[in-house]
């Protein structure tokens, strides 16, 4: 059987592109070009058939499968926890704590515009994810059926008000945050339901493999699984292709991706000797610190300081990711060091430092 750090390294490596594709994604969207958000309903796209759309058909990977590791990272947590005789309780109060960590910060990041400069006043998907994190509380004490049948009935709930819904003008407070968003450019855009069943199937698949179940094997049928509902979907009942906030033919095609290269890297985990995964893999394990300096502070630094010069925008996209990148891998590298020197003084002396919880993703 292999072990949880095999498997965990996978779901870094898939992380990993999610991160990348995520720079890409909101450094185009600074420097307003049009493949930034093409194939979504209500955003500007490229013409379809383009080289623009494909690429940021591509790049919105970044969403469904962060969200889809999410739960899968959650689960591996919680086996954790068990596996050392932890009580539920500190589980909860993790999830408690991390919520609202998420949830203050993507008020302080999201809640604030820059270019130009207002406040949105909404928690963004730092925030989803918050929500996210206090409704699995009860949520993961379901069975495993029950954790299936609860992200099937959500997504069904969930879509279903969408569709009857339609795109609010004035949406209340308490129907933005959980169902429908404001709307593309409006200040929110990840309401926390739409997103919750992709969490807890990764969640409820992250258990069986957690349990000793092959990662490879789980990711390929789950992968086909996916597949073959979104054709059903797409027969069945046509969707808009939309992502604020996502469609079933939106999320699917992309976890069905996700699922692939999860098997891809379950397979080939050994990326040592490949210079690419061991320079950036430290992206893919420090999620919310990539997070936090890149959609504010890195991608907004360089998009102003290169505005002057006027490039072609792919060039003006390439330098911005690449001057990113030269800036995150080191700061990432760094946390993660410090992380690994605090628990190795932990385990040395339990007096020295207080326990502290595995990474979490968000």
Not at 59 to 76: D, M, R
């Amino acid at each position: 059987m292999r072990t949880p750090t095999d498997r965990c390294e996978a779901i870094d490596i898939v992380r990993l592109y999610a991160m990348l594709a995520m720079l890409c994604s909101h450094a185009a969207a600074k420097l307003g070009l049009s493949f930034a958000v093409a194939g979504s309903a209500g955003a500007t796209a490229a013409a379809p058939g383009t080289v623009a759309t494909a690429v940021g058909l591509l790049l919105h990977l970044a969403s469904p499968t962060f969200a889809l590791l999410t739960g899968f990272s959650l689960a591996y947590y919680v086996a954790s926890r068990r596996r050392k005789g932890r009580p539920d309780a500190e589980i909860d109060s993790y999830l408690l704590r991390r919520g609202a960590l998420l949830l203050g910060l993507g008020f302080l990041i999201d809640g604030v515009w820059i270019n130009p400069l207002r406040l949105a006043g909404m928690p963004g998907i730092l925030g989803m994810f918050g929500i996210n994190l206090w409704l699995l509380i009860p949520l993961r004490r379901l069975p495993l059926a029950g954790v299936f049948a609860a992200a099937a009935l959500v997504a069904v709930a969930t879509q279903g008000y969408l569709a009857w819904r339609g795109a609010p003008v004035a949406p209340s407070l308490p129907e933005a945050l959980l169902l429908t968003g404001y709307g593309h450019g409006d200040g929110f855009t990840f309401p926390a339901l739409p997103w919750l069943p992709v969490i807890l199937f990764g969640f409820a698949c992250g258990r069986i493999v957690a349990g000793g179940f092959s990662l490879e094997r789980l990711a390929l049928r789950a992968g086909a699984a996916l597949l073959a509902l979104w054709g059903v979907v797409a027969l069945a009942m046509p969707l808009p292709f939309r992502k604020y906030p996502p469609s079933l033919d939106y999320l699917l095609p992309y976890l069905a991706v996700a699922c692939v290269l999860l098997a891809v890297h379950a397979r080939y985990r050994r990326p040592a000797g490949w210079w690419f995964y061991r320079t950036f893999i430290v992206l893919g394990r420090c999620p919310l610190v990539f997070f936090l300096l890149h959609a504010k502070i890195v991608a907004n630094g360089f998009v102003f300081a290169l505005a002057p010069l006027r490039l072609p925008g792919p060039l003006a996209l390439a330098l911005v990711v690449l001057l990113s990148l030269a800036v995150l891998v080191p700061v990432c590298s760094f946390v993660l060091a410090w992380t690994a020197w605090r628990k190795a003084l932990v385990t040395a002396d339990p007096s020295a430092a207080p326990a502290s919880p595995q990474p979490s993703p968000g």
